[in-house]
C-alpha cells in the first residue's frame, strides 16, 4: 500500500493562486520576463501551487508558490540547499537539479521562479512497466545522491544523524503515537520490535535526499533527466529514499533498481536497506495521523485511521513485508493459578472434590536402579519386614540415616544404622 501524504494538509487558512496569479508574481521575481502563455504544474496539493510558463523567447519557466508558512520555510530551505551545489558537484550528477531564476515575498510566503527543467513525473506503476535501463537509471541516481561528499550537508548546517540518533528519533515519534491510543496494537507491537532491533540499524550514514518519491523524479523516455524537491536534505538512513520503491508490486522493477543502486555506490550498501525502507512506509502512516492530531483535522485523522486500519489488516492476515531481522516473539501466554477454590473439570471416572487443592505441578517419582537378583518389593503391598524393623530402630536413635551413595537416587535404597548404645 502506498500513498503520496501531503505534510502542509494539517495547516488551515492557506493562500491559494490561480496560474495566472503566479504569472504575476513571477514577473516581479524576474525581471524582464514576460509571460506568453500559463498552465498549471503537478505538486504537492497541499502544500503547493505551481504553474509553467512560457515567455516571449520561447523559455520555459517553473513557479511555486507555498500556501503555508511552513511550506515557504521548506521552500527557502531549498534554495540554500541548491546554492551549496557547486558547478563542480552538479557536473557529477546524473541528472539535471533545479535553479532559482528569482524570488519574491509576500507576507511571510516567498514565491520562487526555476528555470524550467525537461521530462515529465510518472506514477510508480507506470515507473515500474518501464524498461530495464530506465530502472537502472533510477539506481544510478539514487546512488548518485547517496555519494554526495558529507560537508553539503554540514557546510550548510543541516540536519545530521547517526544510526543510533535516528533509530532514537523514530522510537520518540513511536512513543508519541501510541499516546493518541489511536495506533493498532498489532502496528505498535511490529513497529517497535523492528527499532529496538539493533542488527537492523548498522548502516553507514549518508547524504539522504528524504523527500523523494516519484513526484521528484523527471523522466524522459528511458532516462531521469532531473530531480527536484530537495527540501529535506540532510545526512542520515538512505533507506528513507527508497521508501517509495516499497508501493512497487513488480519484484523485478525493485531488484533492478537495487542491483544497480549498489554497483554504482563507493561504498557498498548494507543488508537490510529495504526492511528499514518498509518500515518507513509503513511508520509515515503514523506521522501521518499524528500531524492530523495536532491540527484538529478530522478528515485527514479519519483518513489516517482508515488506512492504519487496513494496513494492519493485512500485516495479520499475510504477514506484512519483513521489517525485522529477527523474528517477531508472539505474545506471551496469560496462565491462571490454580488455587484451591478452581473447580478443574473431570477427565476421568474420579473427578476431584470440588474444595481439594490441586497440585499446580505433577511430580513423578525417580525409580530406582533394577537389580536383577533382588526380590521386587512393591509400596503398594504393605510395608516389608525390614523395613518395619528399619523404622523402629530410627524412632529409637536421634541421628540422622546415613546418605546413599551420590549414584543412588530412591528413596527405597536409604540404610538406617542404628545408633551405639552408651
Known amino acids: ?54 515567455d516571449t ?24 540547499v541548491l546554492r551549496a551545489f557547486t558547478p563542480g558537484i552538479r557536473a557529477e550528477l546524473p541528472f539535471l537539479m533545479p535553479t532559482v531564476a528569482g524570488t519574491v515575498r509576500q507576507g511571510e510566503l516567498s514565491t520562487f521562479v526555476y528555470s524550467h527543467l525537461s521530462g515529465a513525473t510518472r506514477s510508480v506503476e507506470e515507473l515500474s512497466d518501464g524498461s530495464a535501463a530506465l530502472a537502472r537509471e533510477i539506481g544510478a541516481a539514487l546512488a548518485a545522491i547517496h555519494d554526495l561528499p558529507h560537508s553539503l550537508v554540514s557546510n550548510a548546517d543541516l ?17 508519541q503515537a501510541a499516546t493518541t491510543g489511536k ?25 539522504v535526499h528524504g523527500d523523494l518519491h516519484e513526484d521528484n523524479l523527471l523522466v524522459d523516455g528511458d532516462r531521469v533527466t532531473a530531480v527536484t524537491g530537495w527540501t529535506d536534505l ?14 512497487s508490486n513488480d519484484q523485478d522493477f525493485v531488484d533492478t533498481v537495487l542491483s544497480h543502486y549498489s554497483s554504482s555506490r563507493r561504498d557498498a550498501p548494507d543488508a537490510h536497506l529495504l526492511r528499514r525502507a518498509a518500515l518507513s512506509a509503513e511508520f509515515a502512516l503514523a506521522q501521518y ?6 491540527a484538529g483535522d478530522q478528515d485527514m485523522t479519519d483518513e489516517a485511521e482508515s488506512m492504519l486500519a487496513v494496513l494492519a489488516e493485512d500485516v495479520a492476515e499475510h504477514g506484512g513485508q519483513p521489517i525485522s531481522v529477527e523474528p517477531l516473539p508472539q ?11 478452581t473447580r478443574v473439570p473431570a477427565t476421568g471416572p474420579d473427578p476431584l472434590p470440588a474444595n481439594a487443592a490441586v497440585a499446580a505441578v505433577h511430580v513423578t517419582p525417580i525409580p530406582r536402579d533394577e537389580d536383577p537378583g533382588a526380590t521386587d518389593v512393591t509400596a503398594a503391598d504393605g510395608p516389608a519386614a525390614d523395613d518395619s524393623a528399619a523404622d523402629d530402630s530410627a524412632a529409637e536413635s536421634p541421628l540422622p ?6 549414584d543412588d537416587t530412591s528413596t527405597t535404597a536409604l540404610t538406617v544404622v542404628p545408633a551405639k548404645q552408651d
Open 289 to 294: 495521523l499524528v500531524k492530523g492530531l495536532a
Open 401 to 406: 540415616p546415613k546418605p546413599a551413595a551420590a
Open 57 to 80: 523567447e520561447g523559455k520555459r519557466w517553473r513557479v511555486r508558490s507555498p500556501r503555508h508558512a511552513e511550506a515557504s520555510a521548506r521552500l527557502e530551505t531549498e534554495f540554500l
Open 331 to 341: 505474545p506471551a501466554v496469560t496462565v491462571q493459578p490454580i488455587g484451591p477454590d
Open 159 to 175: 540536519p545530521s544523524y547517526t544510526p543510533n540518533e535516528f533509530r532514537q528519533r523514530r522510537l520518540n515519534e513511536l512513543d
Open 1 to 54: 500500500m502506498h500513498r503520496r501524504l501531503g505534510r502542509g494538509s494539517i495547516y488551515r487558512g492557506s493562500v491559494r493562486r490561480q496560474p495566472i496569479e503566479l504569472a504575476a508574481v513571477a514577473t516581479a521575481a524576474v525581471p524582464g520576463l514576460t509571460p506568453t502563455a500559463v498552465s498549471s504544474a503537478p505538486d504537492d496539493p497541499a502544500d503547493f501551487d505551481s504553474a509553467l510558463l512560457l
Open 234 to 247: 540532510r545526512i542520515g538512513d538512505p533507506a528513507d529514499d527508497m521508501a517509495w520503491l516499497v508501493a
Open 183 to 207: 495506533i493498532p496494537p498489532l502496528l505498535l507491537r511490529r513497529w517497535e520490535h523492528a527499532l529496538e532491533d539493533v542488527s537492523l540499524w548498522r548502516f553507514n550514514p549518508s547524504v
